[in-house]
């Protein structure tokens, strides 16, 4: 009785906190309303269609060049040292600094319901803080409705009319029939959908089972459409989430031991097997353990077309805060797959540097204190999800780039160039090339930052990476050749952001056809047998 009624007084000082006004830094607006009107009101014809930018380092995943960058319309239009252009164009001066293409973050989830509430960033405070990090275009992930998948992607339209940047869609499946596998067909040849979702976690809301699994996987082939897993074992989570209960482990600790690495790897190699057996790519998002890894190494070192996804957070934080006093402080680092204790993050680190994974997602999906204290006696009920899309080419530079782990033309692969690749993109996202889109940023190396959930653009009022200070700073963010990000200040409206449809058939498709024909030619059967005489 004691432990509810302490609960429950708690449970009413965050809802009293919450209805506190936040900093005017931390509160941004939301449909051209919150910010001062400098910061956030500015139309996009009120800069400058034409952009130089002079004497930087141009940096592309496959090689780094002094030159000069023109850009005209959104477009960038030359690449070459010493442009000379007239009096009409906007000037930006980038000696000693790296011109790189803007991040493309491959996994967010924005005004997302889940768990009984919606994730507190939406397509415009979500995006403007991408922008403010670096991030120039990000692919979120529809949820269909009522197992829709038509009925979902309307939805997820009407969220997406306050976006500021350029966007794409996953769309996830959570149920199979007949009009699944048309609806299907319909996002890839009329909706620029080339990527599908299947949950093999969150038992009893999203899960699917592996006969479901299998079928998508089939009609994600013919589609030429990239499969793509959360790869957790649902039914062994939820085993794991009663003994917890039972053991009276109820806080959010009790979320991590619940669903162990060795989950996420049954998980993953399942996945990695089915998708062989029917010879079609597989993406695994938020690849958190050395168990999940190590399966996809070994599937990659077998020659399957495997893609693995680590997020910032895994990359960089291990368990520890799960373990803090302060529920409010523990709870924000609820995610799943779980941040896993320390080792994990540095052999995933490993692998990033060493190919065995290829992109650097976040899975940003943001709860507030208030929502995470609805799991306050029961793990369970927390929502899941981290932040990251605003911290991630900064976090991802100071942990690899400033430790020697990769190059800086890796660092543009595995933020941007990559990305642009898998989902058929590229070279109109993920390069800094004449005819590519005028998505660009201004990196300066010798900078530094420091992340603070006082300063952050996301509407939360926590950061998992609270505190954390770097070497390496993006100083100027140009999306579809306006300057949005420069001196610290954002400058983005709502609704200028583009749907960016992403075509089927990506280069991971690439000798399917063959491999197919090479296991036909192969079987040395049907064998052809005459019954013996009696």
């Not at 780094?64 to 164009?89: F, L, S, T, W």
């Not at 609805?374 to 927390?382: A, E, L, V």
Request: include cysteine; glycine fraction near 8%.
């Amino acid at each position: 009785m004691a432990h509810s009624l302490i609960s429950l007084l708690l449970l009413s000082f965050l809802l009293l906190f919450a209805s506190f006004p936040r900093s005017q830094s931390n509160q941004f607006c939301d449909a051209g309303i919150g910010y001062r009107e400098s910061t956030c009101g500015i139309s996009p014809s009120s800069s400058s269609s034409k952009l130089l930018i002079k004497g930087g380092t141009v940096v592309n995943a496959h090689q780094q060049e002094i030159a000069d960058v023109y850009v005209e319309d959104g477009v960038i239009v030359a690449v070459k040292p010493n442009i000379k252009v007239g009096d009409d164009v906007t000037l930006l001066d980038a000696t000693g600094k790296y011109i790189m293409p803007g991040g493309i973050d491959p996994h967010t989830h924005l005004a997302m319901e889940f768990m009984g509430t919606e994730t507190i960033d939406d397509f415009f405070s979500g995006q403007a803080a991408a922008l403010a990090g670096g991030t120039t275009m990000h692919i979120d992930f529809v949820i269909p409705v009522n197992g829709s998948l038509v009925a979902g992607f309307e939805a997820y339209e009407r969220k997406a009319k306050k976006s500021c940047m350029d966007y794409g869609f996953h769309m996830a499946i959570t149920k199979w029939d007949e009009s699944v596998s048309r609806e299907m067909e319909i996002m890839v040849n009329e909706k620029g959908i080339n990527s599908f979702k299947f949950f093999m976690a969150y038992k009893g809301s999203l899960m699917i089972n592996d006969e479901l699994l299998l079928q998508g996987l089939k009609r994600c082939k013919s589609l030429g459409a990239l499969a793509m897993v959360h790869a957790e074992n649902g039914d062994a989570v939820f085993e794991g989430q009663k003994r917890m209960i039972e053991l009276g482990i109820t806080g959010p600790e009790g979320h991590a031991l619940s669903r162990p690495a060795v989950l996420e790897g049954e998980a993953t190699a399942r996945a990695i097997r089915l998708a062989r057996f029917v010879n079609t790519p597989l993406y695994v998002v938020h690849v958190m353990s050395i168990d999940a890894m190590e399966e996809i190494a070994k599937a990659r070192k077998s020659g399957q077309k495997v893609i693995g996804e680590p997020v910032v957070s895994g990359l960089v934080l291990d368990d520890s805060g799960l373990w803090d006093p302060d529920f409010i402080t523990a709870a924000k680092y609820v995610m799943s797959p779980p941040i896993r204790e320390s080792g994990h993050d540095k052999a995933l680190q490993a692998a990033l540097s060493t190919g065995v994974l290829q992109l650097v997602g976040t899975d940003h999906c943001v709860f507030n204190s208030t929502q995470k204290a609805f799991g306050i006696d029961d793990f369970r009920k927390i929502p899941n999800g981290v932040n990251g899309i605003e911290e991630r080419m900064h976090l991802v530079w100071d942990t690899m780039v400033e430790s020697g782990q990769i190059s800086v033309t890796d660092y543009v692969r595995i933020t941007s160039t990559e990305c642009a690749r898998i989902f058929n993109l590229y070279p109109r996202k993920g390069a800094i090339l004449a005819g590519s889109d005028a998505d660009i940023i201004i990196f300066n190396p010798n900078s530094s930052f420091e992340i603070r959930a006082s300063s952050h653009h996301s509407r939360t009022d926590t950061n998992v990476f609270d505190g954390r200070k770097g070497k390496g700073k993006v100083e100027v963010t140009i999306a579809g050749g306006r300057v949005v990000w420069q001196d610290d200040e954002l400058k983005v409206v709502p609704g200028s952001g583009k749907y960016i449809e992403m075509p089927p058939f990506s280069y991971l498709f690439n000798g399917i056809d063959k491999a197919d024909a090479k296991y036909l030619s192969s079987l040395q059967a049907p064998v052809r047998r005459f019954n013996s005489a009696s």
